[in-house]
């Protein structure tokens, strides 16, 4: 029987509460605008107005939306053209950049209760996760503060004596940051602190699902002293305001993470605009390999390899190993037990209270999403795949206003079918068997992504040998969660070009000057 849990709401209001009155000033929905030299703009007479509806019960507005016009986004760039050109970031000492830096982190911890509690309503994710997910931007913040300080340049005069050759990273210049809804802190803090530390200006796109933990991260800033027009924040549909940065003649270099299919037309853009530079992380559809001599009762009731199977986030993560390759020996009794363990996962239609954390998941976060996730559903059932459990939609006493989705596991699904290619962003997992490691690897990799994978099993010097051959950009043995700061992430093939974090992402920041005399 699914197990659906309607808790208590204690803890859900008291931080919705906390959140709306800090604030907002009140428990009707609020309106953001954008965020232009320090400032928060209206957009354009008659803009298009959005309406953000609770991914747990979608008769309740979260928040209204105001989506930028093409002026809003052309006001913001200049903003962060002028802060740029005048110096006013980029040529401050570095210790006092992070001084500021210091103080907005700070602010942000302050903040945190609150942050999380909108993070809570706005995307439908169990409040514990939340929680855990506003200090990465802080950790990301504090990582590549600590880069800033130790990236020198380089004199040679070794090549030849009588010439001496200075070796200068700068800062890039205008960053456009273009930001998806799944992960909205960390993956804004992934862009924007690797961008401040280096001394460039920002235009950030958060999505519009996402916008009530964006801004409020904007005001702190703001709080901490950071000068007007070095974080500039603009809202609105992809195709307008994101084609807007991508195509700018005034912007230096765009980072962006969301789909393959956007990733291409922001790197079409990009080209023929001004040849700008780009970072692109995109789609996956990862593998999780279970070993031969894998302990199936440990790996199991590991709730890191439970979320990997697409049920962090209800599935909503680029990186979760959708695709579940088991040996043959072993298969009958770990996709019964997989099974089991996935028929009792808490679906909890009142995300805040956590309850069961980490064996419980949430909401899918917006109409359109859903919709998708149900629609391929039922593609893996009219193309022959055995659904083992899950496959429908959960309501919660009697009612269908929240956008739940039974955690799903499809068996004996082939490479042809969608569900097997297509990265679906949803609780669903595809099952397949293999013979051999050969044959692992193999499946693995017959993908057009490359973004990660994960392999479970007793023998690290074996697994380490099958990682080596994955084309992936990052694997997991025995492990599953958010790289840290330090940890560069990007992928292989169509999953992007470029990495985030580590030192390797902060230089994707600059640009290199060669001096000669």
């Not at 996760?129 to 130790?150: D, H, K, R, W």
């Not at 949430?362 to 039922?378: C, S, V």
């Not at 051959?469 to 560069?488: D, T, Y």
């Amino acid at each position: 029987q699914r197990r659906v849990h309607g808790v208590s709401t204690q803890s859900f209001f008291f931080f919705f509460f906390f959140f709306w009155s800090t604030f907002f000033g009140g428990m009707s929905a609020p309106r953001i605008l954008n965020f232009i030299n320090n400032q928060d703009v209206a957009p354009a007479a008659g803009a298009v107005t959005f309406q953000h509806r609770n991914p747990a019960n979608q008769s309740e507005v979260v928040y209204e939306l105001g989506f930028s016009s093409l002026a809003d986004v052309d006001a913001a760039i200049a903003a962060a053209r002028t802060a740029f050109d005048a110096g006013v970031w980029s040529n401050m000492a570095t210790k006092d950049r992070n001084a500021i830096l210091s103080r907005a982190c700070n602010l942000i911890r302050e903040r945190a209760p609150a942050i999380a509690a909108a993070l809570c309503a706005e995307t439908g994710r169990v409040m514990p996760l939340c929680g855990l997910e506003v200090p990465q931007i802080t950790e990301s913040l504090e990582y590549n503060m600590a880069l800033a300080l130790t990236t020198n340049g380089e004199c040679n005069t070794t090549w030849n004596p009588a010439q001496t050759t200075l070796i200068l990273n700068e800062p890039v210049g205008v960053v456009g940051c273009i930001i998806p809804w799944n992960y909205p802190i960390m993956l804004l803090g992934q862009k924007i602190a690797p961008a401040l530390c280096a001394g460039c200006t920002v235009v950030a796109k958060p999505s519009e699902f996402t916008a009530s933990t964006a801004i409020m991260i904007a005001h702190c800033f703001r709080d901490a002293g950071l000068p007007a027009g070095v974080l500039n924040m603009v809202f609105g549909g992809g195709p307008e305001v994101g084609g807007r940065i991508s195509s700018s003649m005034h912007i230096d270099m765009v980072s962006f993470t969301g789909s393959t299919a956007t990733a291409k037309l922001v790197m079409q853009s990009a080209a023929q605009s001004n040849m700008k530079k780009v970072a692109l992380e995109a789609g996956g559809k990862s593998a999780n390999i279970i070993m031969p001599d894998a302990n199936i009762d440990a790996v199991v009731g590991n709730p890191f390899f439970l979320l990997s199977c697409a049920l962090l986030h209800s599935g909503q993560v680029c990186a979760v190993g959708s695709r579940l390759f088991v040996h043959e020996s072993i298969k009958d009794e770990f996709f019964a037990k997989l099974t089991q363990a996935f028929r009792n996962f808490h679906v909890l239609t009142h995300p805040a209270s956590g309850e069961g954390f980490p064996f419980c998941t949430g909401a899918i976060t917006f109409r359109g999403q859903f919709d998708k996730i149900m629609e391929l559903i039922e593609s893996g059932k009219s193309q022959g795949a055995t659904l083992a459990c899950g496959g429908e939609r959960l309501v919660a006493d009697g009612k269908d206003q929240g956008l739940f989705v039974a955690p799903t596991i499809f068996t004996n699904v082939t490479p042809e079918m969608r569900i097997y290619k297509e990265e679906i962003f949803g609780p669903v997992m595809c099952c397949s068997s293999y013979k051999d490691i050969d044959e692992a690897v193999r499946l693995a990799n017959a993908t057009e992504f490359g973004l990660a994978a994960m392999i479970w099993g007793t023998d690290v010097g074996q697994a380490l040998n099958v990682a080596k051959r994955l084309q992936a950009g990052f694997v997991a043995i025995n492990g599953f969660g958010a790289p840290g700061p330090h940890q560069p992430f990007g992928g292989y093939k169509q999953s992007g070009l470029g990495r985030e974090n580590g030192r390797v992402g902060f230089m994707e920041y600059f640009e290199t000057k060669t001096i000669s005399f």
